[in-house]
């Protein structure tokens, strides 16, 4: 929903959602991404594996306002898999240092890390998705305050254009 610029409808009783589909629903980079003044729709960019609807690896990329992307790694299988994501496919050059943000925590990424020309995924379970915004390393820095459960966060991106600048709030 976040990479396609969709609208979330939801048809059930918000009052009574499980705490997972509610952390899922309020997840603030989510929304984030989904709400892009950019408005453009995310793409497939790789798909591994066999025709639909037979078991494949995809993954999606979605251009956003400030020149991050926001990245969705889709495991249509059966079983557990990794995906190898490389940033050509979502428009980074192949040597441009970049960082992850793991918008739901479960790609286990630290933002700490910068990444150039690709970066392997942990196992990722069956029909499962995890979602990245790519970042340039030295565009931006992330002050996180993650919560336990759900893979939810409290998560605050700060425009900059110099990383040992203090950004402030």
Same mark, same amino acid.
């Given at each position: 929903?976040?990479?396609? =610029? ?14 997972? #589909? !509610? ?7 989510? /929304? ?5 003044? /950019? ?9 591994? &594996? +066999?025709?639909?609807?037979? *078991? ?5 990329? $979605? ?6 992307? =926001? ?10 898999? #990794? ?10 050059? &192949? ?8 918008? +739901? ?26 979602? /990245? !915004? ?16 759900? &893979? #939810?966060?409290?998560? $605050? ?10 950004? &402030? *709030?």
């Amino acid at each position: 929903w976040a990479i396609f =610029a969709a609208p979330l409808m939801m048809s059930n009783d918000l009052a009574v959602v499980s705490s997972t #589909s !509610r952390a899922l629903l309020t997840n603030r980079e989510c /929304l984030r991404i989904n709400q892009d003044p /950019l408005a453009l729709q995310g793409r497939r960019v790789v798909y591994n &594996g +066999f025709p639909y609807p037979q *078991p494949s690896l995809q993954v999606w990329a $979605r251009d956003l306002q400030n020149g991050d992307v =926001a990245v969705a790694l889709y495991n249509f299988n059966h079983e557990p898999a #990794s995906i190898k994501l490389n940033f050509t496919e979502v428009g980074f050059s &192949g040597v441009t240092a970049v960082r992850l943000l793991d918008v +739901f925590g479960n790609g286990k990424v630290s933002t700490a890390t910068v990444h150039v020309g690709s970066w392997m995924s942990p196992t990722i379970g069956a029909n499962e998705t995890v979602l /990245l !915004r790519v970042s340039l390393a030295d565009k931006i820095t992330i002050e996180s305050t993650w919560r336990t459960g759900a &893979g #939810s966060s409290g998560v $605050r991106m700060v425009q900059c254009t110099q990383p040992t600048v203090d950004c &402030g *709030p």
